[in-house]
């Protein structure tokens, strides 16, 4: 199963994108998804999760209240609506999944399936 992730691009700060992050090869519809960023010269950093039903959201604090993560199963896909954009949130942007809910969903070794990146650039 591989991921897909796409949505990046060029917005100006207090712009909203919405990413999306798709399977192909299979299917992965009741797994836990998390999104990771990794800004220029920076380590990759958690921002956001989803639980295997839904049911539960975590956030970054640096993103809370801005960015907004849902799942659709029927679609098998995961989507991060990043709304307020700001410089800092500069980042290629990486979906995965994990088959089971993490302990600790900020954890990138929890999550066994990672899409290749899609790069957020946020004007000033």
């Known amino acids: 199963v591989q991921l897909q992730a796409s949505g990046g691009g060029l917005v100006q700060a207090g712009g909203s994108l919405r990413l999306s992050c798709a399977t192909s090869?299979?299917?992965?519809?009741?797994?836990?998804w998390g999104w990771f960023r990794q800004a220029p010269g920076k380590e990759r950093e958690f921002v956001a999760a989803i639980s295997r039903s839904g049911d539960r959201r975590y956030y970054a604090d640096s993103v809370n209240g801005r960015f907004t993560i849902s799942r659709d199963n029927a679609k098998n896909t995961a989507n991060l609506q990043m709304n307020s954009l700001k410089f800092e949130d500069t980042a290629v942007y990486y979906c995965?999944?994990?088959?089971?809910?993490?302990?600790?969903?900020?954890?990138?070794?929890?999550?066994?399936?990672w899409g290749q990146g899609t790069l957020v650039t946020v004007s000033s």
């Open positions: 995965a999944a994990a088959r089971f809910n993490p302990v600790d969903a900020a954890t990138e070794a929890a999550y066994g399936y």
């Open positions: 090869g299979g299917t992965l519809s009741y797994y836990a």
